[in-house]
């Protein structure tokens, strides 16, 4: 099975490190955001994505992880911290690929159950094959591909890369 690279380790650390930028000017007048990575590679481009912001703002930046079950969006949705916690602020949901949206919109609609000031997500690769109505507030690059297609995010010390099957 061949694959070809579409983001190489250079390229992902530029990425992220774009986003991170992105999210600080969107809430540069907030004291604390929760950055949200949805379990897996969501969770580990979210720290990533923390570590810059906590880099380059004053912002107190609270990590989070959210567990979906992605072949069943409809089992309970759990964070490593509790809704008094995220209740009232500013949240960035990560996901390593949007893809159909599916599990980014229940991510998503878990958050909507106590108030938020404001809502935004994060993707390192948008596929444009969205059947729901969810769009990456930031991306780090957008493809257009068949839908049998399937991109790879493979994160791993000094060798992180994206790649398309």
């Known amino acids: ?18 986003i991170a930028y992105q999210i600080y000017e969107t809430f540069a007048d907030e004291n604390e955001i929760i950055v949200a990575g949805i379990s897996n590679n969501g969770f580990i481009l979210a ?14 930046i609270i990590l989070c992880e959210v567990k979906i079950d ?32 599916t599990t980014l919109i229940y991510g998503v609609k878990h958050f909507l ?18 059947k729901f109505p969810v769009k990456a507030d930031f991306k780090g690059i957008s ?8 991109v790879h995010v493979v994160f791993e010390a000094d060798n992180n890369q994206a790649y398309l099957v």
């Open 1 to 18: 099975m061949s694959h070809n690279i579409i983001l190489t380790h250079q390229q992902i650390e530029h990425k992220i490190k774009r």
């Open 47 to 60: 720290e990533k994505i923390s570590a810059v912001l906590k880099e380059i703002s004053s912002i107190k």
């Open 70 to 101: 992605k072949q069943d969006q409809f089992k309970e949705i759990t964070t490593s911290i509790p809704k008094e916690i995220y209740s009232n602020k500013g949240i960035v949901l990560v996901d390593d690929v949007l893809n159909s949206g």
């Open 113 to 130: 159950d106590v108030p938020v000031k404001k809502f935004k997500t994060a993707v390192l690769v948008d596929r444009n094959h969205k």
């Open 143 to 150: 493809l257009s591909t068949s839908s049998k297609e399937h």
